[in-house]
């Protein structure tokens, strides 16, 4: 009776381990866009002459995005040095 009892639980054991386990299917996002960012950032430089010699001012610069539902455009213009700052974040 014991070697009965060993013999089922050995088959029990068995069918376990070799029994295929089916995990639930799972599709790849497809097409799916990235959650857009939402930090803050300063772009800032300076605009010189095409010769490099001196710095450019009261030019107009714009910063825009492609992005829909992007935040307005932002513009600034260079100082008497050609110098230049734009803050942007997620709600500029």
């Known amino acids: 009776m014991r070697s009965h009892i060993l013999?089922?639980?050995a088959v029990g054991v068995l069918s376990v381990l070799v029994s295929p386990t089916i995990a639930p299917?799972?599709?790849?996002?497809r097409d799916t866009r990235?959650?857009?960012?939402?930090g803050t950032a300063t772009v800032r430089g300076?605009?010189?002459?095409?010769?490099?010699?001196?710095?450019?001012?009261?030019?107009?610069l714009r910063l825009s995005s492609l992005e829909p539902?992007?935040?307005?455009?932002?513009?600034?213009?260079?100082?008497?040095?050609?110098?230049?700052?734009i803050s942007v974040g997620p709600h500029s």
């Open 25 to 29: 299917a799972q599709t790849p996002p």
């Open 46 to 60: 300076s605009v010189v002459a095409a010769d490099g010699s001196r710095p450019l001012r009261r030019v107009q």
């Open 7 to 9: 013999a089922r639980l």
């Open 34 to 38: 990235p959650a857009p960012q939402t």
């Open 69 to 85: 539902g992007a935040p307005q455009a932002r513009t600034t213009s260079t100082d008497e040095d050609g110098r230049y700052e």
